[in-house]
Structure formats: structure tokens, C-alpha cells
Nanobody
């Protein structure tokens, strides 16, 4: 069974940090671009960041640029999202998604095929 599982969410104070993980099972992420998305209550899902299959190119939403860093460890079949300087506006359920792609760039608008169930991130004092 092809599956993505996110972890690492939680409650953090403004200015704090969290690292999210996305682990794949049932398939290898070696040939997949990975995206992180989030959805806040009452809002549409938005793309946060993505990384190419080789990890040689990344992309970020303007709202997180300079604060979030995406990375991957293909040996562990895992992709990470390091989130620093968190703001209350970052509160959302965060999802990772995968799409088969060997392109040298990635976009959050790719038609991602596999999705995780999400992990809640709450930024509040």
C-alpha cells in the first residue's frame, strides 16, 4: 500500500520552530518531487514548498520564504520541512504530497498523486 505519513506537528509559541517529517511506505521517493501544503480553517489549501526528486531545486511560497526550509533524505525515504520564526498565521494542517517527476524544477501546482493525512501545527501564545 502506497502511503505518506506526516509527523512533527504540535503547539508552539510565536517565534518558535518545528520540524515536520514525511515518510513514504510502499514506494520509493527517489523519483518523486515532494510538496508541502497547508490548510487553515475556512481557507483553501495552499502550497508551502516543494523539492525535486534529487533535492537539487526547491520552491517556496512568499509567505514562508526565509523562514521554512525543505530537505530530503532519500536513503530514509523521508522529506522534512523545517519551520522557524513561526507566526500565528502559520497555524494549519500540513500535508505532504508526492508526484512522479524527474524534472529539475518543482512547482506546488504539479498534479500530486499521493497525499498524507496531515499533521496539525498550531502557533499560539
Amino acid at each position: 500500500q502506497l502511503k505518506l505519513v506526516e509527523s512533527g506537528g504540535g503547539l508552539v509559541q510565536p517565534g518558535g520552530s518545528l520540524r515536520l517529517s514525511c515518510v513514504a511506505s510502499g514506494f520509493t521517493l527517489d523519483y518523486h518531487s515532494i510538496g508541502w501544503f497547508r490548510q487553515a480553517p475556512g481557507k483553501e489549501r495552499e502550497g508551502v514548498s516543494c523539492i525535486t526528486s534529487r533535492g537539487d531545486s526547491t520552491n517556496y511560497a512568499d509567505s514562508v520564504l526565509g523562514r521554512f526550509t525543505i530537505s530530503r533524505d532519500n536513503e530514509k525515504n523521508t522529506v522534512y520541512l523545517q519551520m522557524n520564526s513561526l507566526e500565528p498565521e502559520d497555524t494549519a494542517v500540513y500535508y505532504c504530497a508526492a508526484v512522479f517527476s524527474l524534472q529539475t524544477t518543482c512547482l506546488m501546482t504539479f498534479r500530486y498523486e499521493y497525499w498524507g493525512q496531515g499533521t496539525q501545527v498550531t502557533v499560539s501564545s
